[in-house]
C-alpha cells in the first residue's frame, strides 16, 4: 500500500505565496510520476503540475511562470511552490502519484486565497 501526506495549504492574501509538500510512503519501490492537482468548488479536478522521475516537469497554462514543482527523490517528496497568488487558485489540492502502474491519491489541502 502507498500513503500520501499532503501539508503547506491556508489562507494567503492574493499575491502571496505558499508551498505545498506531499511526502509518500509505504511500499513506494517503482514510484514515478508526481503531481498536483486541484479542485475549486464545483469545478472539476484539474492537473496543476507534474514531475516525473527524471526531474520532467510539466504545468497548466493558469500556472506556468508562477508555481514550481519539485521532487527529492530521496524523500519520496514531492513540492510545489505557489507565488503570485490568485483568488482563483482558491482550492482543495491533491497530490497523485504513480507506483508499479497503480494511481495512488492524497486526501487534500486547503489553499485559501483572500482578495
Known amino acids: 500500500q502507498v500513503q500520501l501526506v499532503e501539508s503547506g495549504g491556508g489562507l494567503v492574501q492574493t499575491g502571496g505565496s505558499l508551498t505545498l509538500s506531499c511526502a509518500a510512503s509505504?511500499?513506494?519501490?517503482?514510484?514515478?510520476?508526481m503531481a498536483w492537482h486541484r479542485q475549486a468548488p464545483g469545478n472539476q479536478r484539474e492537473l496543476v503540475a507534474s514531475?516525473?522521475?527524471?526531474?520532467?516537469?510539466n504545468y497548466a497554462d493558469s500556472v506556468k511562470g508562477r508555481f514550481t514543482i519539485s521532487r527529492d527523490n530521496a524523500k519520496n517528496t514531492v513540492y510545489l511552490q505557489m507565488n503570485s497568488l490568485k483568488p482563483e487558485d482558491t482550492a482543495v489540492y491533491y497530490c497523485?502519484?504513480?507506483?508499479?502502474?497503480?494511481?495512488?491519491w492524497g486526501k487534500g489541502t486547503l489553499v485559501t486565497v483572500s482578495s
Open positions: 497523485r502519484t504513480i507506483v508499479r502502474g497503480i494511481q495512488y
Open positions: 509505504g511500499n513506494i519501490f517503482g514510484i514515478s510520476v
Open positions: 514531475v516525473t522521475s527524471s526531474g520532467s516537469t
